[in-house]
């Protein structure tokens, strides 16, 4: 019975790394992605004692003190954050990142309320109204992209077709024909991203409520070694298609040889029983 159970836990295992692997592939396009794989462990282990009737019966192979494992159990999902290639869109409201563990910091809004703050690779940017219809700059999803000061970032008067983006994230554009400053867009860098953020989806990442205390810094900028941004382009999708497509055929074999395994205990057990009952 307990190896019935230890091909199941395989084959569940199994299954919810293939749904990992085919969320990858099928977000080699989205803009700033980061490619997922699944952590497993091991379950607890069951150390068998023998009696000393049992233990001394002929030809018994199995001796006491032997560990035999219940199987693998997926225990979670962790992401990888190199950075992805950089793409030219010549779109002036296109910004990527240059550099690792950086992120723009946007507004999180649910029916008008300002809810928290989120992170993202994403640099697709586009233009928003308030209730004023006062044009603002927002992330893809339509939430507020924030300067340094945490602020929306307004665009009311500003000519956009003269936008200008420089690398420590200064925007510039004409209003009235003369060049003026915009603001400048926040860029904050998160050690170790793969343990300290968790995915919300839309491109977007938040702090994990167990993060270290000091994951998240400001003026990414000014850091030694910092990140930079690059107007009219794009951060493309980190995914390895090659290794994606070899990890799901080993995937699915392991899959496979679980449920060949998980057959085969069936049909012993059903041999079993017939004996008894011959």
């Known amino acids: 019975m307990r190896a019935l159970w230890t091909s199941a836990h395989g084959m ?24 997922q794989d699944v952590n497993f462990k091991d379950m607890l282990y069951a150390e068998i004692v023998q009696t000393e009737r049992t233990g001394t019966l002929a030809g018994r192979q199995t001796t006491s003190g032997i560990r035999i494992g219940h199987g693998v159990l ?6 990888l954050f190199t950075q992805g290639p950089l793409q030219s869109t010549e779109n002036l409201l296109d910004v ?3 550099g690792e563990n950086a992120f723009f910091e946007v507004g999180v809004y649910n029916n008008g309320v300002l809810t928290g703050n989120a992170y993202t690779r994403d640099g697709s940017f586009a233009v928003g109204y308030d209730a004023n219809n006062t044009p603002y700059l927002t992330d ?7 300067d340094t000061a945490r602020q929306p970032i307004s665009l009311a008067g500003f000519d956009l077709a003269t936008l200008k983006i420089e690398k420590n994230g200064v925007m510039t554009a004409e209003a009235a024909g003369v060049r003026a400053a ?5 860029l ?4 170790n991203p793969d343990s300290n953020l968790e995915a919300m989806g839309n491109n977007m ?29 794009l951060e493309q999708s980190n995914v390895d298609m090659i290794q994606q497509m070899t990890d799901m055929i080993a995937t699915q074999r392991a899959y496979s040889m679980n449920a060949r395994a998980l057959q085969t205990i069936d049909q012993m057990m059903g041999m079993a029983n017939n004996l008894r009952n011959g």
Do not use: C, H, W
Request: charged letters at 10%; zero cysteines; hydrophobic letters at 40%.
């Open 12 to 35: 569940a295992g199994q299954q919810t790394r293939l749904d990992m692997i085919s969320n990858n592939i099928a977000n080699v396009n989205t803009t700033g992605y980061k490619q």
């Open 74 to 79: 997926a225990v979670g999902i962790s992401q």
């Open 96 to 98: 990527a990142i240059d």
């Open 140 to 146: 893809s999803a339509g939430n507020p992209v924030l």
């Open 182 to 186: 915009i603001g400048q867009l926040e």
């Open 188 to 191: 904050v860098n998160i050690d």
């Open 205 to 233: 990442f938040a702090l994990k409520q167990n993060a270290a205390p000091n994951a998240l810094t400001r003026g990414a900028y000014n850091q030694p070694n910092g990140a930079t941004l690059k107007q009219g382009f």
